[in-house]
């Protein structure tokens, strides 16, 4: 499967292009939940694992679904500069095939692992979506939808049309 990265800054189309599945799930992990307890970290990755599993417009893959445009703000400066620079980074270590030393970003890793290989327990019950849960108003996508659980700081969602 070719992943369309045209809307992707510049900058970082070769490094996703030279990178593993694994590690585009870890990066994501990374830039979208670090600063989450490991319960918030493997909740987003279960996130990701459900849009797999029913797959959809945003993706029929890991990468596809890590890739979509406008689901993961990590991805773009829009995001945010300082985590959008700090992701830039991650990626250079990873296509440059550096090991990698700092420990959150090697639990990120791991979890990618755990996930892509289908190791982990669906914490969330089935959600395909979150958000953070101070974000106000919520998204349009969430409004009239029941939360399904609140892990740390994101509110997910089962069932959103």
């Known amino acids: ?11 970082m189309r070769p ?4 990178v593993t599945e694994s590690q585009r799930v870890a990066a994501t992990l ?17 996130v990701i694992r459900n849009r797999v599993q029913h797959p959809g417009w945003w993706g029929k893959d890991y990468s ?11 991805w773009t400066p829009e995001g945010g500069q300082r985590n959008y620079d700090r992701l830039l980074s991650l990626m250079q270590l990873f296509a440059a095939k550096t090991a990698v030393t ?6 990120c890793i791991g979890i990618a692992h755990l996930v892509t290989g289908d190791y982990l327990r669906d914490n ?16 349009a996508w969430a409004k009239g ?4 659980i609140q892990i740390g700081s994101h509110t997910f969602y089962a069932g959103v049309k």
């Open 1 to 11: 499967m070719t992943l369309d990265l045209t809307w992707l800054p510049a900058d």
């Open 64 to 74: 596809g679904v890590c890739l979509a445009p406008q689901q993961f703000s990590c």
């Open 15 to 18: 490094l996703v292009e030279q």
């Open 124 to 139: 969330t019950q089935g959600s395909t979506h979150y958000h953070v849960a101070t974000m106000v108003p919520r998204p």
């Open 30 to 46: 990374w830039a979208e939940a670090r600063s989450e307890p490991i319960q918030g970290i493997v909740a987003v990755a279960n």
């Open 102 to 107: 700092d420990p959150g970003q090697r639990e």
């Open 145 to 148: 939808v029941t939360p399904t």
